[in-house]
C-alpha cells in the first residue's frame, strides 16, 4: 500500500541558502507540498538569482505519491523524513506478492524459482501506469512510496539531453521514435518514477 512520508522540517534547514515551507492542502489536510526558495543574496546563489526563487519542490499528488524537481529521493527520504527504506531504495520487486529484496543470493534464488523480478524505476506517463504495472501496491500491506520526476521536452537542447534508454522500461503509451525526448512529436513530457519500499 502507498502511505504518506513523514517529513521532518526541522531537518530541512540548511546551511546552502535555501529555505524550505511545509504547507498542508486546505481541503485536504493530508496532502502537502514543501517548496525549497534560495536567498539571492546567499552566495551560492546570488550569481544565479536576482530575487527568492523556488528552486526545489515536493508536490503531493495522492497518498504516497509525491512529484519531485531532484532526483536520487532516497536521500531525501533517508535525510528529511521518519521514514526508513528497505535496503536503500535500489532492489527487486516480486511481481506477485511485491516482496522486495536487494539481497544478491535471494534475488539469485527467486530468479531460479521462476519469478520475473521488476525493478522499482523507469518512465511513464503518469502514476496510474505504475500502479497498473505493480498491482501488489493496491493488494498487500507493504508500505511503499511513489516519487516522480517530470522532464519536459521544451527544457531539453536541440543537440543531446534526455536519451529515453538511460533511465529504465518506459511504460508509457507514446510510440517512441527516436532516442533524445527533445525530437519526438506528439508528446510533452514524461515522468522518471521511483517506486520505493519503506519498513
Given at each position: 500500500m502507498l502511505v504518506n512520508l513523514d517529513f521532518d522540517?526541522?531537518?530541512f534547514n540548511s546551511d546552502n541558502g535555501v529555505n524550505y515551507v511545509k504547507e498542508h492542502d486546505a481541503t485536504n489536510p493530508e496532502m502537502i507540498t514543501i517548496i525549497g526558495t534560495c536567498d539571492h543574496n546567499?552566495?551560492?546563489w546570488k550569481s544565479s538569482y536576482d530575487e527568492p526563487t523556488a528552486i526545489d519542490h515536493i508536490l503531493q499528488e495522492s497518498?504516497?505519491?509525491y512529484l519531485v524537481s531532484s532526483l536520487n529521493f532516497e536521500y531525501t527520504i533517508q535525510d528529511n523524513t521518519t521514514n526508513e527504506l528497505l535496503d536503500h531504495g535500489y532492489g527487486m520487486f516480486n511481481p506477485i506478492?511485491?516482496?522486495?529484496t536487494a539481497d544478491r543470493d535471494k534475488t539469485l534464488?527467486?530468479?531460479k524459482d521462476g519469478i520475473k523480478?521488476?525493478?522499482?524505476?523507469g518512465?511513464?506517463?503518469n502514476y496510474d501506469q505504475v500502479l497498473q504495472k505493480?498491482?501488489?501496491?493496491e493488494s498487500t500491506d507493504n508500505k511503499y512510496v511513489l516519487v516522480m520526476s517530470p522532464i519536459f521536452k521544451k527544457h531539453q537542447p536541440e543537440d543531446g539531453g534526455w536519451r529515453w534508454h538511460k533511465w529504465g522500461d518506459y511504460i508509457g503509451t507514446h510510440d517512441i521514435q527516436h532516442e533524445y525526448l527533445y525530437d519526438e512529436e506528439g508528446i510533452e513530457h514524461v515522468f522518471l518514477f521511483h517506486l520505493y519500499a519503506l519498513k
Open positions: 522540517m526541522s531537518t546567499h552566495e551560492f497518498t504516497g505519491v506478492t511485491g516482496e522486495y534464488q527467486m530468479m523480478l521488476f525493478v522499482g524505476y518512465v511513464c506517463d505493480y498491482p501488489f501496491i
